[in-house]
């Protein structure tokens, strides 16, 4: 059994690095001229990534994925303060923050997450 106040998710198990990003307020125009939410770096980790699964459905004749994964981080100053209106980057894709649990007896935060893939094949 671990000593009190040692982290139960070893350093090893952090194998992915995860950016997350909140939305600043402002808005810019897409290659469409629609108005998007403007996305900044908060913080950058080293994470635990899983999957979880996934689905596809056909919508407007167009195949759309979904996938879900939890992100396991170390908690501390910065990870407390990661909400569902942030997002995930992770290996140049974005993936959208559905809930966010802190878990203080293991010291970290898990971030269950939701990725739709337009055009999936």
Same mark, same amino acid.
């Given at each position: 059994m671990p000593q009190p106040g040692t982290p139960l998710l070893g350093s090893g198990r952090l194998s992915r690095r995860v950016v997350v990003e909140r939305d600043t307020g402002a808005t810019t125009p897409d290659s469409y001229g629609n108005l998007v939410p403007d996305y900044q770096p908060f913080i950058t980790r080293w994470?635990?990534?899983?999957? @979880?699964?996934?689905?596809?459905? *056909? #919508? !407007?004749?167009? *195949? #759309?994925? /979904?996938?879900?994964?939890?992100?396991? &981080?170390?908690?501390?100053?910065?990870?407390?303060?990661?909400?569902? /209106?942030?997002? +995930?980057? @992770?290996?140049?894709?974005? &993936? !959208?923050?559905?809930? *966010?649990?802190? +878990?203080?007896?293991?010291?970290?935060? *898990? +971030?269950?997450?939701? /990725?739709i893939v337009q055009g999936a094949n």
């Open positions: 994470a635990r990534v899983e999957y @979880l699964g996934g689905s596809e459905q *056909v #919508v !407007n004749n167009q *195949v #759309v994925a /979904e996938r879900k994964h939890k992100i396991t &981080l170390h908690d501390d100053a910065y990870t407390r303060q990661i909400t569902p /209106e942030m997002r +995930i980057r @992770l290996d140049g894709r974005t &993936l !959208n923050i559905v809930a *966010v649990d802190r +878990i203080p007896e293991q010291q970290t935060v *898990v +971030i269950h997450t939701r /990725e």
